[in-house]
């Protein structure tokens, strides 16, 4: 089991800058790939960008390309997400998931273990 803790959600205005740090625990050896999600109410949860955890390797969604950036600390297992240039559609509650083996970076169903999310508030 690997179990995935969020932190650094919050209220920022338009045009200013998150980071998202997400805590691996458990078998993170087992871990192939992290992912961040997002889900904005009323809306299906969607993909924003994964990185592979053994050479960095990135893939992002269009809509946030260029403003944020995904980044690991393999020693303390740790993922984190820069976000920059923040939209008020940015706004979601932003997901942390942890992928065991090899697959679409984009496919939830990928993804083996979720962390409970945490808020994050765009104001215009």
């Known amino acids: 089991q690997v179990q995935l803790v969020e932190s650094g959600g919050g209220l920022v205005q338009a045009g200013g800058s998150l980071r998202l740090s997400c805590a691996a625990s458990g078998r993170t050896f087992s871990t192939y790939a992290m992912g961040w999600f997002r889900q904005a109410p009323g809306k299906e949860r969607e993909f924003v960008v994964n990185?592979?955890?053994?050479?960095?390797?990135?893939y992002y969604a269009d809509s946030v390309k260029g403003r944020f950036t995904i980044s690991r600390d393999n020693v303390k297992n740790t993922v984190y997400l820069q976000m920059n240039s923040l939209k008020p559609e940015d706004t979601a509650v932003y997901y942390c998931?942890?992928?065991?083996?090899?697959?679409?970076?984009?496919?939830?169903?990928?993804?083996?273990?979720w962390g409970q999310g945490t808020q994050v508030t765009v104001s215009s």
């Open positions: 998931a942890a992928m065991r083996g090899a697959g679409y970076a984009a496919d939830q169903g990928r993804y083996d273990y």
């Open positions: 990185i592979r955890l053994s050479s960095g390797s990135t």
